[in-house]
């Protein structure tokens, strides 16, 4: 499995960015898909997950209402948009993926210990 992430950069607050993850190697339709975050001198946290299917979806509440996940499965893609980004979302923002065929197709997955494939990274530098 491989997940290569991209669309990273640097922005002002205010502005938009939209990352990119192409997986590779596995059935996509099997896989729950997520983002998740780690900001300078702290922990990896959960950003935002969609279901098998794409109709389900969660985020974190620091990102709810601004952050869209979403899917392509005829190209193995999964997205985030981010708008009226702010200097703390300022991090390495990595997609995972989790196979979750004993789940339906609306189940989304909260915790990284479900996540068994990461992509590399890509680094989102918001100045104020």
């Known amino acids: 499995v491989q997940l290569q992430a991209s669309g990273g950069g640097l922005v002002q607050a205010g502005d938009s960015l939209r990352l990119s993850c192409v997986a590779s190697g596995l059935t996509f339709g099997r896989y729950v898909m997520a983002w998740f975050r780690q900001p300078p001198g702290k922990e990896r946290e959960l950003v935002a997950t969609?279901?098998?299917?794409?109709?389900?979806?969660k985020y974190a509440d620091s990102v709810r209402g601004r952050f869209a996940i979403s899917r392509d499965g005829a190209k193995n893609t999964v997205y985030l948009l981010m708008n009226s980004l702010k200097p703390e979302d300022t991090a390495v923002y990595f997609c995972a993926a989790a196979l979750a065929t004993r789940y339906s197709g609306s189940h989304v997955l909260s915790s990284q210990s479900f996540y068994g494939d990461w992509g590399q990274g890509t680094l989102v530098t918001v100045s104020s």
């Open positions: 969609i279901s098998k299917s794409g109709q389900a979806t």
